[in-house]
């Protein structure tokens, strides 16, 4: 079975502060992990995949298969940040399930 | 169309009733999801399909859900004798099928009154 657990329902830091929101997996296989980003009264977009290791308006996450983690990272949090964040995993091989976490709101305040 | 679209965007119905909702995927995506958000559960899994089979139905909550999908485009969700706590926003998504990215549709917003 596939899961993915994001510790925290909310997050709120101040602008210009770090930020890192928590995403921990269960997969007895090689996922693949992403990140998904829901803006306000905008539709779910993908904000990263660990597979391209890029960053994406500032964001990072590094997939560390020991922790099984895939946390999303920014060094200084923007305003325009704010929004809900779910972490996601893709099965590999031939099974194309895709499963998300609760997902963390992430709040950044003036 | 350039995106994945999903009929109606609002629905409210009586308890009881039946409902279908309906997501027209991009073009040549083979995987299609469907998800349930609801305040406090995040993005709940129902069943994906690749091609007009679908492999994972663990998802759907009880027998008064089903899903289909014709020519590998076109998928309806059916909810028979809707209840009050089927009262969430039902998302759409497909997916190229070795890409792993999934593009949403805005949802529909299901009101049970």
């Known amino acids: 079975a596939q899961r993915v657990t994001q510790p925290e329902k909310l997050l709120s830091v101040f602008k210009g502060a770090p930020v890192e929101l928590k995403c921990n997996y269960s997969y007895s296989g090689s996922p693949e992990l992403f990140w998904y980003v829901q803006y306000s009264r905008q539709r779910l977009q993908l904000l990263l995949r660990h597979i391209s290791r890029e960053s994406i308006k500032g964001f990072t996450a590094d997939l560390n298969k020991g922790e099984t983690s895939f946390h999303l990272k920014k060094p200084f949090a923007q305003e325009e940040d704010s929004a809900m964040y779910y972490c996601a995993l893709k099965a590999g091989g031939s099974n194309y399930k895709l499963t998300f976490g609760k997902g963390t709101l992430l709040t950044v305040n003036p | 169309g350039a995106g994945v679209s999903q009929s109606p965007s609002n629905k409210v119905t009586e308890k009881g009733k039946d409902v279908e909702l309906r997501c027209d995927p991009i073009s040549g995506h083979t995987a299609l999801y469907w998800y349930r958000q609801s305040l406090g559960q995040g993005l709940e899994f129902l069943i994906y399909?690749?091609?007009?089979?679908?492999?994972?139905k663990s998802g759907l909550p009880s027998d008064r859900f089903s899903a289909e999908r014709t020519g590998g485009s076109v998928s309806t969700l059916t909810i028979q004798r809707t209840q009050q706590e089927d009262s969430a926003v039902y998302l759409c998504?497909?997916?190229?099928?070795?890409?792993?990215?999934?593009?949403f549709g805005q949802g529909t917003r299901l009101t049970v009154v």
């Open positions: 998504a497909s997916s190229l099928a070795l890409s792993g990215e999934a593009f």
């Open positions: 399909f690749q091609g007009n089979s679908a492999p994972d």
